[in-house]
């Protein structure tokens, strides 16, 4: 397997840092620009490389908060702090997988790249679970033990 680069990004405030291994050279990285209400909202430009691998770390307990809406399918991520939007996590069938805000997280590599926009509106619960599964990279959490997270949900 050929080994790609190495990026780091953080939220505004810093205190969570997301580590991304990608299989594949930055270049080949393609931002996506979802056309939901959220994302539009908060100007993502996301992506994710299903070979490579996302550690998210949180300084402390009250940092990771979890938001939910629409089909539920999986969990959007922002600072408790700052409030800036890191990514997307499913988990499912034993694994977390994720797709990362690259404008949220000011990644440089990826800073002047343009998105790609896409519109996943008339996916139904499994078909978007599906494309997640095959489409996300594999990512791993690191929070305090004593964390208290949040989950609203609308």
């Not at 430009?45 to 070979?51: K, W």
């Not at 997988?97 to 990826?110: K, Q, R, S």
């Not at 619960?125 to 959490?141: D, G, N, Q, S």
Request: proline share 4%.
């Amino acid at each position: 397997m050929q080994t790609g680069d190495d990026i780091r990004g953080q939220c505004h405030c810093g205190r969570v840092q997301v580590r991304i291994s990608l299989s594949c050279p930055v270049e080949e990285i393609e931002l996506r620009a979802c056309q939901c209400s959220f994302c539009r909202r908060h100007g993502a430009r996301t992506f994710a490389d299903p070979n490579g691998r996302a550690i998210i770390e949180a300084q402390d307990a009250e940092t990771l908060r979890r938001y939910r809406f629409a089909l539920k399918t999986a969990d959007f991520l922002m600072c408790g702090e700052c409030g800036t939007y890191i990514g997307v996590l499913l988990e499912s069938e034993g694994a977390q997988l994720v797709t990362i805000n690259a404008a949220g997280l000011d990644i440089d590599e990826l800073r002047d790249r343009a998105p790609k926009p896409v519109d996943y509106e008339s996916e139904a619960f499994e078909e978007r679970v599906r494309r997640r599964l095959t489409a996300w990279m594999p990512a791993e959490l690191h929070v305090p033990a004593d964390a208290k997270e949040e989950r609203a949900v609308h």
